[in-house]
């Protein structure tokens, strides 16, 4: 099993910034790509950013540009940077991982608020 808990979530103002980390555990050597999703009011759950072992990250085109993604191996840890952000970008903010064999894992949710 793998379990993943996200941290650093939080309010801030519009322009501001926020970084999320992720920390896995468990049987985590068989997880390949890790990313974030997030639910924001009214919509349903979306892919924000992923990246895989090797380090090619994905993002959503709502993100391109004001948010990085990055990974540390060692630590089992995936990190959103979140800058720029907008009232819009505001929900629950979750970490996902899939394995080899491609079973889904996900964190409890963080969430973000962004005042305007």
């Known amino acids: 099993q793998v379990q993943l808990v996200e941290s650093g979530g939080g309010l801030v103002q519009a322009g501001g910034s926020l970084r999320l980390s992720c920390a896995a555990s468990g049987i985590i050597f068989s997880i390949n790509t890790m990313g974030w999703y997030r639910r924001t009011p009214g919509k349903q759950r979306e892919l924000v950013a992923r990246?895989?072992?090797?380090?090619?990250?994905n993002y959503a085109d709502f993100v391109k540009g004001r948010f990085t993604i990055s990974r540390d191996n060692a630590k089992n840890s995936v990190y959103l940077q979140m800058n720029s952000l907008k009232p819009e970008d505001a929900g629950v903010y979750y970490c996902?991982?899939?394995?080899?064999?491609?079973?889904?894992?996900w964190g409890q949710g963080t969430q973000v608020t962004v005042s305007s």
């Open positions: 996902h991982g899939v394995n080899v064999l491609g079973n889904n894992y």
């Open positions: 990246i895989t072992r090797g380090g090619t990250a």
